[in-house]
């Protein structure tokens, strides 16, 4: 939440445009859906009008939320960056010199930069897929309340389910950081130092030394990745069994 109240506060006026186009796109997909049928047993033109009018504002949406997601995140980013660079260089000297400089460029340029092509990405996308279900399951209650309920027990499961790999993932996510920091470290200390490391003969030193904290890079990146393929196998199985018993029921 901490997150999107700094989006916000980036560019309050772009981000609230954000959220009202979210909610035509999420209309406009979640009654397309809905009609698609009625279009084709009755073969109306009023149904099929407002079918077309739906995708289309659904995919011009979209695309207009992809462009204002990327100055959003932009002015964003240029903002905490600035502010991380004055706590950066506010530091006592004898602190900021202990500092490795790869640890410095991570946090203030690469992990600013991997937040913002999240929230651009993937944040988005799951906002818009919420909005979308929301939206869908009101549909479906006035089309077919069993349809409607089986999707709000099917939801409440998913979530219940997903609840405890989604705790896992936080901490391990940060413990992967923190490896992907200490490898950066020792790379950008390695590239600036060279004339040193060539002149003491330091290079195999180096080299095991980016060898063991690349291990320990992939060793926690791999418990990030099996909890995350545990999550979407979960959600993906679940949800496509509670379709299959929908369908034969």
Partial sequence: MRLFRDLWSASPRRALVVVVLVALGAAGQAVGAAIAGPVLLYRSGVLFTL?????????????????????????????????????????????LEGTPVGELLDRIDSDVNQVASSVRGQGIRIGQG?????????????VWWPAGLAMVLVSAFVVWKLRKPAQKITPARMAEEEAWSDLAAVMEESIHGQDDV????ARPYVMRLFARRA?????????????????????????????ALVVLG
Avoid at 130 to 142: D, E, G, H, N, T
Wanted: with cysteine.
């Fill in 130 to 142: 919420v909005a979308v279900a929301v939206l869908s399951v009101v549909i479906s209650v006035f």
């Fill in 51 to 95: 079918l077309a009018v739906a995708l289309v504002l659904a995919v011009l949406s979209d695309l207009v939320i992809s462009l204002l997601m990327a100055r959003l995140t932009a002015d964003w980013s240029a903002r905490v960056r600035r502010q991380l660079c004055q706590v950066a260089f506010g530091q006592d000297l004898p602190t």
């Fill in 215 to 243: 291990k320990v890079v992939l060793e926690r990146g791999r418990r990030v990745w099996r909890g995350t393929a545990e999550m979407t196998a979960i959600a993906a199985i679940t949800t496509r069994v509670c379709i």
């Fill in 198 to 201: 060539r002149t003491t003969l």
